[in-house]
Protein backbone atom coordinates (compact mmCIF):
# COMPACT_ATOMS: atom_id res chain seq x y z
CA UNK A 1 0.00 0.00 0.00
CA UNK A 2 1.05 3.21 -0.84
CA UNK A 3 0.57 6.39 1.17
CA UNK A 4 0.47 9.92 -0.40
CA UNK A 5 1.05 13.25 1.54
CA UNK A 6 0.30 16.06 0.43
CA UNK A 7 1.09 19.54 2.06
CA UNK A 8 1.25 23.32 0.63
CA UNK A 9 -1.74 24.37 0.30
CA UNK A 10 -3.58 27.66 1.75
CA UNK A 11 -5.08 31.13 0.95
CA UNK A 12 -3.33 33.51 -1.26
CA UNK A 13 -4.11 36.11 -3.58
CA UNK A 14 -4.83 35.64 -7.46
CA UNK A 15 -1.59 36.43 -8.77
CA UNK A 16 0.31 34.81 -6.13
CA UNK A 17 2.25 31.67 -6.17
CA UNK A 18 2.02 28.23 -3.95
CA UNK A 19 4.14 25.03 -3.88
CA UNK A 20 2.34 22.04 -3.14
CA UNK A 21 4.21 19.01 -2.21
CA UNK A 22 3.46 15.05 -2.24
CA UNK A 23 5.53 12.79 -0.18
CA UNK A 24 5.17 9.06 -1.92
CA UNK A 25 7.29 6.11 -1.99
CA UNK A 26 8.05 3.49 -4.32
CA UNK A 27 8.74 3.81 -8.15
CA UNK A 28 5.71 5.77 -9.52
CA UNK A 29 4.53 8.44 -12.52
CA UNK A 30 2.64 10.88 -10.34
CA UNK A 31 -0.36 13.22 -11.15
CA UNK A 32 -2.16 15.82 -9.73
CA UNK A 33 -5.18 16.85 -10.00
CA UNK A 34 -8.18 18.83 -8.34
CA UNK A 35 -11.64 19.26 -7.40
CA UNK A 36 -13.53 22.42 -7.14
CA UNK A 37 -16.74 22.40 -5.31
CA UNK A 38 -19.54 21.36 -7.27
CA UNK A 39 -17.45 20.09 -10.46
CA UNK A 40 -15.78 17.06 -11.11
CA UNK A 41 -12.06 15.93 -10.02
CA UNK A 42 -10.07 17.42 -12.68
CA UNK A 43 -6.37 16.40 -14.14
CA UNK A 44 -4.05 18.95 -14.08
CA UNK A 45 -0.57 17.73 -14.07
CA UNK A 46 1.82 14.02 -14.32
CA UNK A 47 5.02 12.98 -14.22
CA UNK A 48 7.01 9.97 -14.87
CA UNK A 49 8.83 7.75 -12.48
CA UNK A 50 12.14 9.74 -14.32
CA UNK A 51 10.77 13.18 -14.16
CA UNK A 52 11.61 13.57 -17.71
CA UNK A 53 8.44 13.80 -19.29
CA UNK A 54 5.51 15.80 -18.33
CA UNK A 55 2.43 16.48 -18.71
CA UNK A 56 -0.28 19.71 -18.42
CA UNK A 57 -3.71 20.25 -18.44
CA UNK A 58 -4.65 23.53 -20.91
CA UNK A 59 -5.61 25.60 -17.97
CA UNK A 60 -2.35 25.42 -16.53
CA UNK A 61 0.16 24.98 -18.62
CA UNK A 62 2.97 27.92 -18.47
CA UNK A 63 1.85 28.74 -14.94
CA UNK A 64 2.23 25.49 -13.41
CA UNK A 65 5.42 23.46 -12.85
CA UNK A 66 5.14 19.38 -11.96
CA UNK A 67 8.85 18.44 -10.57
CA UNK A 68 10.34 15.55 -8.39
CA UNK A 69 12.90 14.57 -6.28
CA UNK A 70 13.40 10.52 -5.81
CA UNK A 71 15.87 11.00 -3.62
CA UNK A 72 13.61 12.79 -1.18
CA UNK A 73 10.41 10.71 -2.23
CA UNK A 74 8.88 13.85 -3.04
CA UNK A 75 6.78 15.21 -5.95
CA UNK A 76 6.32 19.53 -6.31
CA UNK A 77 3.44 21.48 -7.86
CA UNK A 78 4.70 24.87 -8.36
CA UNK A 79 1.77 26.87 -9.28
CA UNK A 80 2.49 30.65 -10.27
CA UNK A 81 0.00 33.49 -11.65
CA UNK A 82 -2.82 31.97 -9.40
CA UNK A 83 -6.45 32.67 -10.60
CA UNK A 84 -9.63 32.76 -8.34
CA UNK A 85 -10.60 29.55 -10.96
CA UNK A 86 -7.57 27.55 -9.19
CA UNK A 87 -9.50 27.12 -5.50
CA UNK A 88 -10.35 23.75 -5.65
CA UNK A 89 -8.72 20.63 -3.33
CA UNK A 90 -5.81 19.23 -4.96
CA UNK A 91 -4.87 15.89 -4.52
CA UNK A 92 -1.64 14.19 -5.85
CA UNK A 93 -1.97 10.27 -7.18
CA UNK A 94 0.32 7.58 -8.15
CA UNK A 95 0.28 5.04 -10.93
CA UNK A 96 2.40 2.40 -12.61
CA UNK A 97 2.14 4.02 -16.00
CA UNK A 98 1.81 7.21 -17.68
CA UNK A 99 -0.37 5.88 -20.52
CA UNK A 100 -3.31 6.96 -19.31
CA UNK A 101 -1.77 10.13 -17.61
CA UNK A 102 -5.27 12.35 -17.24
CA UNK A 103 -7.53 9.83 -16.17
CA UNK A 104 -8.34 9.54 -13.00
CA UNK A 105 -9.21 6.00 -13.36
CA UNK A 106 -5.37 5.25 -14.40
CA UNK A 107 -4.67 6.07 -11.16
CA UNK A 108 -3.80 3.61 -8.37
CA UNK A 109 -3.29 5.22 -5.20
CA UNK A 110 -4.79 9.01 -3.63
CA UNK A 111 -3.71 11.10 -1.24
CA UNK A 112 -6.17 13.05 1.17
CA UNK A 113 -6.20 16.35 -0.44
CA UNK A 114 -5.13 19.96 0.15
CA UNK A 115 -6.76 22.95 0.26
CA UNK A 116 -6.13 25.52 -2.30
CA UNK A 117 -8.19 29.04 -2.32
CA UNK A 118 -7.04 32.40 -4.19
CA UNK A 119 -9.02 35.19 -3.14
CA UNK A 120 -9.57 37.83 -6.24
Known amino acids: QVQLVESGGGLVQAGGSLRLSCAASGRYAMGWFRQAPGKEREFVSATSYSGITTYYADSVKGRFTISRDNAKNTVYLQMNSLKPEDTAVYYC?????????????????WGQGTQVTVSS
Open 93 to 109: AATRSTRRYSDYDGYDY
